[in-house]
């Protein structure tokens, strides 16, 4: 099991084609970020680069992709060498402050959920903060703090399983089990509270503080298969937060 993504960067890279992180992830927070026609947008934890590139697709105007993992970068840079789109990728920590408020809105997918406590939440969020132009935006698609309340929730058809390992408390960890064609790998997140984010949020000096539930994209065939998404959005393992910078 890791939080070190080194380890698990080409695992990682493969499991972002399962069906869910398109019609659901991926549908709901680019519709979440709406816009981006020349803003200039930090990707946090930007892992491979699978949303930097979208967001640049988009029409952002200016795109960087920053990563604590050496290896999800050198993943991302790849890409950017083979299909070049102008985006810059840097190792970089979230919890560090950035040099210049210079960016328009901060995304990032999964970067919360690696905050162990509060002393490191409140890093990441004035990390945020510190890059972000007075009125930008914050959007995030992370795991939800309430899946303690549906325990016994199994998301096996959707390629993972969660795993609550302790009882609720601030740290605790939870792990996902990703299943590949041939494979499987493990993640290990760690749970806060919705509170202790607001919080955070609040403290780093952003307002407006909101959570979305995820959404699941029309079937491009037109086929009705509400019914297969119905268990995830019943009990959803991962939602949105969005704030806006003072
Ligand atoms: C689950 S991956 C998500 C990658 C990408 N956002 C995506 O959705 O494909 C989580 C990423 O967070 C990165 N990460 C964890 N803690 C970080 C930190 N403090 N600063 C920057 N990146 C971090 C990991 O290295 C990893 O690449």
Redesign the pocket.
């Known amino acids: 099991m890791t939080?070190d993504?080194n380890a698990i960067a080409e695992q990682?890279k493969q499991c972002?084609e399962h069906p869910w992180r398109s019609r659901i992830?991926t549908y709901s927070l680019l519709k979440r970020l709406g816009n981006l026609e020349g803003r200039k947008v930090l990707?946090?934890?930007?892992?491979?680069g699978?949303?930097t590139r979208k967001i640049r697709q988009c029409g952002a105007g200016e795109v960087v992709g920053?990563?604590?993992?050496e290896a999800?970068i050198r993943l991302a840079l790849d890409q950017e060498s083979r299909h070049p789109l102008g985006i810059t990728y840097r190792i970089?920590?979230?919890?560090t402050e950035g040099a210049r408020q210079e960016f328009d809105l901060a995304v990032?997918?999964?970067?919360l959920v690696?905050a162990r406590n509060q002393t490191e939440l409140s890093a990441?969020c004035h990390g945020l903060a510190s890059r972000l132009k007075s009125g930008g935006r914050f959007v995030t698609?992370t795991g939800n703090p309430n899946l303690y309340a549906f325990p016994q929730a199994d998301y096996r058809k959707y390629g993972f399983s969660i795993t609550l390992t302790d009882r609720l408390r601030e740290g605790a960890p939870i792990v996902w089990t990703v299943y590949l064609d041939d494979s499987s790998f493990e993640?290990e997140n760690y749970h806060l509270p919705m509170k202790a984010y607001e919080t955070a949020f609040l403290e780093a000096g952003f307002q407006d503080f909101t959570v979305h539930l995820p959404e699941v994209s029309p079937h491009p065939q037109g086929v009705d298969d509400a019914t297969f998404w119905s268990d995830y959005l019943a009990h959803p393992p991962a939602v949105l937060i969005e704030c806006v910078k003072k």
């Open positions: 939080t993504y990682y972002k992830e990707d946090v934890a930007c892992g491979e699978f949303y920053i990563d604590l993992s999800m970089e920590d979230a919890r990032s997918a999964w970067l690696y990441m698609f993640i």
